[in-house]
């Protein structure tokens, strides 16, 4: 069965500084990978998803993630954290079994504070 | 503009009552989830849909229920039964790939369930 482990439950970093989210992956079969973000008391937005095309997927307001195999990785990054950047942010992998319900597996999130 | 609503947005429940939340999507798609929202645990699914008059179980469905009469409408009720149903309960849909599971979820603004 497919799992998502998103290490680190809080990652605090400097305004200006890089962001590094990590997540790794469990599956059996090539993977669809997505990031989301979620704000307080607001649903979840779609980041980036990787779906077996490039394997450096960009997504919007300056993320992006790449795609190891070889180290079941996913994680997610943006070379200048901005204030407007915290908020907790979702790995999901898309449940690939044989009946593509489109199903998701989240990991636990990660929470982004950014100081000034 | 296309999207998901829920409502209402903040929803007391008085011991031994039941309570509907509503979620409702313009975006034509044929797939529906329900996930519940607990701090530091992730999203986790209670129900799906991926067409009318049909539904799964997911991995927490124990003392809630759901219809899906209509397309565009997926009504989630929390029963009686359910516990501790004090949580942030988010409402999704996506479109069915063709390759099944490479399509990204879309999230309404949640409901925040209490107990009074």
């Known amino acids: 069965a497919q799992s998502v482990t998103q290490l680190g439950s809080h990652v605090s970093v400097s305004e200006g500084a890089l962001v590094l989210l990590r997540c790794n992956y469990s599956s059996s079969v090539p993977p669809y990978l997505f990031w989301y973000v979620q704000y307080p008391n607001q649903g979840l937005q779609l980041l980036l998803k990787?779906?077996?095309?490039?394997?450096l997927v960009k997504g919007n307001n300056g993320f992006e993630a790449e795609f190891k195999k070889s180290e079941t990785s996913f994680h997610l990054t943006k070379p200048s954290a901005h204030m407007s950047d915290a908020a907790e942010y979702f790995c999901a992998v898309s449940d690939r079994g044989s009946s593509n319900t489109g199903k998701l597996i989240f990991g636990q999130g990660t929470t982004l504070q950014v100081k000034p | 503009d296309g999207g998901i609503t829920q409502s209402p947005k903040y929803l007391f429940r008085k011991e031994g009552q039941n309570v509907t939340l509503s979620c409702e999507q313009n975006l034509n798609h044929d797939a529906m989830y329900w996930y519940r929202q607990d701090p530091g645990q992730g999203l986790r699914l209670i129900y799906y849909?991926?067409?009318?008059?049909?539904?799964q179980k997911g991995d927490i469905a124990e003392g809630y229920s759901v219809s899906r009469e209509k397309k565009e409408s997926f009504p989630l009720t929390v029963t009686s039964a359910q516990k501790n149903p004090t949580a942030f309960y988010l409402c999704a849909s996506s479109r069915q790939g063709a390759a099944g599971g490479n399509q990204p979820q879309h999230f309404g603004d949640g409901t925040r369930l209490s107990i009074l």
């Open positions: 849909s991926q067409i009318v008059n049909d539904f």
């Open positions: 990787y779906t077996s095309a490039a394997t």
